[in-house]
């Protein structure tokens, strides 16, 4: 099993990835002023309750991405802690399977490049994705593989949390899907401009990008607010939760030293048992190779009658 850590502005997500597949998620909060030591400890919390006792989770390795460049180093040691090796850490230099079409490709955001990487590896060219989380992120990536660049906004709870610190007469706002574009009442007028106003904003800048393009681009939306969003679209798309951390997964493999890509042991813990030295597997690989008929030794009675 991969660990894949995804450390974000305001959660930190744990994954545990097998073979391409999300077997677990955990959050825990971004705390820029957290050691190592007490990052451990609060992994340590989440692995207890999926541990047992029989099937201990073991990491065979890491991957790593952070846009919060403070805690990066408490993490990753956490990482080598639980694998006994240095994580892969994101970044423009590692292997992505992209050409980077920016001037500046270390100042996109990694999560960005995680999202782009797998969409670009496993869905139709060009492909933009969109992440709605605490800030709101388009990527687009044309036929070629190429990092366009891509869209920054403001997240949808960041918007509504904006609104009720900054204006006096405006409540703090519960997310959830507007049933109407019309609101009634302040609450209802804040949650169709925040949501409603974010698929508007998602289906908008997706036609403007294609039009830039000049051709249709697949459409993949993930990030822990687009429930609340993708409802509302009218543009055809692709919801996948989990884009993240399959593309973590993705880039564990497409970097890590060739030694530490290798199959899982089995789940009591056994490995397969070495084959004794100097005994060479059959030709077809599951039963010996048998003696043609046409070379047996004739029977004595036959012998006999030749006599």
Do not use: W
Not at 287 to 300: D, K
């Amino acid at each position: 099993m991969i660990l894949a850590i995804d450390i974000g502005n305001t959660t930190v997500a744990l994954g545990g990835i097998r073979d391409g597949r999300v077997c677990f998620v955990a959050h825990m909060d971004t705390v820029r002023t957290r050691t190592a030591a007490e990052y451990r400890a609060e992994m340590e919390k989440v692995f207890s309750h999926r541990r047992h006792p029989e099937k201990p989770i073991r990491f065979e390795g890491a991957v790593l991405t952070s846009v919060v460049p403070q805690i990066t180093g408490a993490l990753a040691e956490c990482a080598h802690h639980y694998t006994g090796k240095k994580p892969v850490i994101v970044s423009p230099d590692i292997r992505t399977g992209l050409t980077m079409g920016v001037p500046d490709p270390h100042a996109v955001g990694k999560d960005r490049l995680v999202d782009a990487a797998y969409a670009a590896a496993n869905f139709p060219l060009p492909v933009v994705t969109v992440d709605l989380g605490t800030a709101t992120t388009f990527n687009v990536i044309d036929e070629n593989k190429v990092f366009r660049g891509g869209v920054i906004c403001p997240g949808l709870s960041t918007g509504l949390r904006a609104l009720g610190e900054r204006c006096a007469q405006l409540p703090q706002v519960h997310l959830s899907s507007p049933k109407s574009a019309i609101g009634v009442d302040t609450e209802k007028c804040m949650l169709s401009g925040s949501v409603l106003g974010a698929a508007v904003l998602l289906d908008g800048i997706t036609q403007r990008i294609e039009e830039e393009l000049g051709r249709p681009a697949t459409l993949v939306v993930t990030g822990g607010l687009a429930k609340y969003v993708i409802p509302l679209c009218r543009h055809p798309l692709t919801y996948d939760p989990e884009l993240l951390l399959k593309g973590l997964a993705l880039l564990y493999q497409l970097n890590a030293p060739q030694h530490e890509r290798h199959h899982e042991p089995r789940s009591d813990g056994e490995r397969r048992r070495p084959r004794p030295a100097g005994r060479r597997p059959y030709n077809n690989g599951s039963s010996p190779r048998r003696r043609s008929h046409n070379n047996r030794r004739p029977r004595r009675d036959d012998e006999a009658k030749a006599g």
